[in-house]
Each structure stands twice: as structure tokens, then as C-alpha cells.
């Protein structure tokens, strides 16, 4: 009979509602995969420009006139009849020519230290040592009158010194010294001491 009591039970535990709701778990549904799309690489033809075409421009070649010399210019057949020149590593040089006229010229130059201003990289300017060329030389000429010229210079520290008897000569002035003005002693009161 006990067992009756206990089935009899468990078939009203079994009929009676229960309060036990059970948790909602929300479906899950897996991702759609889509396929990515293929599109094709779109091909453009490259243009093909033609390159233009431009005439050559045609200059008409330029007429100069035939220089017309004066026949009666005694000077047309002047020609070089001597020529040196001779350049050397100290600094040192001379050459000189010589012409179918009778014209001649020489000149040489060494290099040479002498005192003078020099500057430093910021513009200060200072007296010392310097290195410059002197140059000495001669020409020789006959003038279209036929005069003739020598000229001889020289050019250093002094300057330019030219030599020659057609340069004109400064005229000499002699000067004379003041004369000192007697002194008359005085004896303080305006009268003069004899």
C-alpha cells in the first residue's frame, strides 16, 4: 500500500503546475557567406597621337656687304714681322713684337713684395707685405707725319713713371722761403729797447 501512496503522489506532482520556467536561449544562426563578386579589369586602347608635324622654318640666310677698304690707306700691308712671349711659373713674364712699320714693343713684369694696404676676410684693412707685379717696358713708333716716338716707362710701388723726349715736361718753379720778420724788443711799457 505504500507503494500506492507514492505512485498516487508522484502522479499528482506530476498533474500540479510548477513554477520552473526553463531560459530562453535565442537561436543563432550562422553568418551568410556571399561570394565576392568578379567584376573584369576594364581594358581602354591607349590613344595613339600622331606627333605633329612642323615645317622646318626657313631663314633666309643674311647678306652682308662686301667690306670696301680704302686702297689708298698706307697702312694695308702692316704685317707682324717678330713676336715672342714667354710666361713663366714664378709670376714673371715678357713678350714683345715687332711690325713691318718699324713699330716695336716690349714689356716684361716680375712679381715682387712691398708694403701696402691688405684686407682680411671681414673687411679690416691693415698696412703690411703685399705681392704685386712691376712692369717696365719700351714701344717704338713713327706717327703718320713721320715722327718718331720711343717711350720707355716703369711701373712699381712709386707709380707709373713713363720716359720720352715727345712728353711734355712740368715746368720748373723756384720757390722762395719767406724772410722771418725782425723782433723788436719792447720793455713792457710800449717803448722800444735800443
Request: a negative charge.
Amino acid at each position: 500500500m505504500k507503494l500506492f501512496f507514492v505512485a498516487a503522489f508522484l502522479a499528482v506532482a506530476a498533474a500540479v503546475p510548477s513554477n520552473y520556467k526553463p531560459e530562453y536561449k535565442a537561436p543563432s544562426y550562422p553568418a551568410p557567406s556571399y561570394p565576392a563578386p568578379k567584376y573584369p579589369t576594364p581594358s581602354y586602347p591607349s590613344p595613339a597621337y600622331p606627333a605633329p608635324a612642323y615645317p622646318a622654318p626657313a631663314y633666309p640666310a643674311p647678306a652682308y656687304p662686301a667690306p670696301a677698304y680704302n686702297k689708298d690707306n698706307k697702312y694695308d700691308d702692316i704685317t707682324i714681322t717678330n713676336q715672342s712671349d714667354e710666361r713663366n711659373l714664378d709670376g714673371s713674364s715678357q713678350w714683345s713684337y715687332a711690325q713691318s712699320d718699324y713699330t716695336t714693343r716690349e714689356e716684361s713684369q716680375v712679381q715682387k713684395k712691398m708694403q701696402g694696404v691688405t684686407y682680411d676676410s671681414y673687411g679690416k684693412e691693415s698696412y703690411g707685405e703685399v705681392l704685386g707685379n712691376t712692369n717696365k717696358g719700351s714701344s717704338y713708333w713713327v706717327s703718320p707725319e713721320g715722327q718718331k716716338f720711343t717711350l720707355t716707362w716703369v711701373a712699381d710701388e712709386a707709380g707709373f713713371q713713363p720716359k720720352g723726349d715727345h712728353l711734355p715736361v712740368a715746368p720748373v718753379h723756384e720757390y722762395e722761403l719767406p724772410v722771418a720778420p725782425v723782433h723788436i724788443p719792447f720793455n713792457g711799457k710800449g717803448y722800444k729797447i735800443y
